[in-house]
């Protein structure tokens, strides 16, 4: 019950592309979906986060969608730039924990 | 340095060492997390701590010992280091309040190798 699985493990687009990648949770519980980006070489960084009263929230470029009913979330990219080539973990937390527990991470490559 | 930095940057060892890994941050974070990134597992937690003298295992905690004495450290031993701990180790902290609710912040991590 306290996994999140996360999908595609990899992922390649052209620049301009719109990736997508989805995670699904199983503990109800959870009330904190956020996203975080890793560069080569650095730790990882939150990216953008939601919480579950809404369905969506965009912030530039990256846009959360999440669907309560089916225990899901995603992240779309618009317009991907090849700045954008990094690995993305989603992650999930509820209040009365204090830990994250995270995805197994999703390598984006985009391409000129 | 302002932040949250680790030492050693990387670090090769033998089987059957002690190993240490530090991390040290400069916000006074209460929570302070280890994680390990390994292909296909993503970041696993392997201990935290709510608060200096307070520490709580994670998924993968056998064979890693830690201690926080001062809010600041959070120091994390391989007892006896095997072949299956090579991986790269990831510090992360984050504060109380409420308007960045469970942010972590990452450290730029130990890659460790055990020969």
């Known amino acids: 019950q306290q996994q999140v699985k996360q999908s595609p493990q990899s992922l390649i687009v052209q620049k301009g592309g719109i990736p997508i990648i989805n995670c699904a949770y199983e503990?109800?519980?959870?009330?904190?979906f956020p996203w975080y980006q890793q560069f080569p070489g650095k730790g990882p960084a939150l990216l953008i986060a939601i919480r579950p009263d809404v369905s969506e929230k965009k912030e530039g470029r990256f846009t959360i969608s999440f669907n309560k009913s089916a225990k899901q979330f995603s992240l779309h990219i618009m317009d991907s730039q090849p700045g954008d080539s990094a690995t993305y973990f989603c992650?999930?937390?509820?209040?009365?924990?204090?830990?994250?527990?995270f995805g197994t991470g999703t390598r984006l490559q985009v391409f000129p | 340095d302002a932040g949250i930095t680790q030492s050693p940057r990387y670090k090769i060892t033998e089987t059957g060492r002690q190993v240490t890994l530090m991390c040290h941050q400069t916000w006074s974070h209460s929570y302070m997390f280890w994680y390990r990134q390994d292909l296909g597992h993503g970041l696993r937690l392997i201990y935290y701590s709510a608060a200096a003298d307070i520490t709580d295992k994670g998924e993968v905690s056998d064979g890693y010992v830690v201690s926080r004495s001062k809010t600041e450290n959070f120091p994390l031993t391989l007892e006896s280091a095997t072949r299956s701990q090579t991986s790269v180790y990831f510090c992360a902290s984050r504060g109380v309040d409420s308007s960045s609710y469970n942010e972590q912040f990452f450290g730029p991590g130990t890659r460790l190798t055990v020969l």
């Open positions: 992650a999930a937390s509820s209040l009365n924990t204090d830990k994250l527990i």
């Open positions: 503990n109800t519980a959870f009330d904190y």
